[in-house]
């Protein structure tokens, strides 16, 4: 494996995420920022977070997997959050265990933020996921 996760002695615990991943290898993927959109950019789970995270991430696996990567590669997951406030904690984890077997996300998850924005893409846009990964 290119990627080992760790959270040093010290750091912020618990948290459903590890702090640190070092990665070895020479292929950088970067998946831009993925929404709720099926593969003709309808709106998918309007309204719903839980949906929108779980549908997102769906479509971070495909560009992943576009790239010959998976969620075992991934050093860096990133979540941008329209209106964000600790009241929507619950939803943005239901979406990300909806689809975690399906999609086979680590279990503590890679090195994630977390950032709340006034607004994403379009209106309806409730979540936005970057991935970063490294190949050998």
Known sequence: MTVQYLTPDGMFAPVPYHHVSIATGTRHIHVAGQIARDSEGNPVATGDLAGQVAHS???TAR????????????VRLRF?????S???????????????????????????SAIGVDYL????????VEADAILD
């Open 121 to 128: 893409f379009e209106p309806d846009v409730l979540v936005e």
């Open 86 to 112: 600790p009241d929507k904690y619950p939803a943005f984890i239901e979406g990300i265990e909806r689809v975690s077997g399906e999609l086979g996300l680590p279990d503590p998850l890679p090195p994630v």
């Open 80 to 84: 941008f959050v329209t209106d964000w």
């Open 63 to 74: 560009g992943l997997a576009g790239a010959g990567a998976t969620f075992a590669d991934v």
């Open 57 to 59: 991430l769906r479509n």
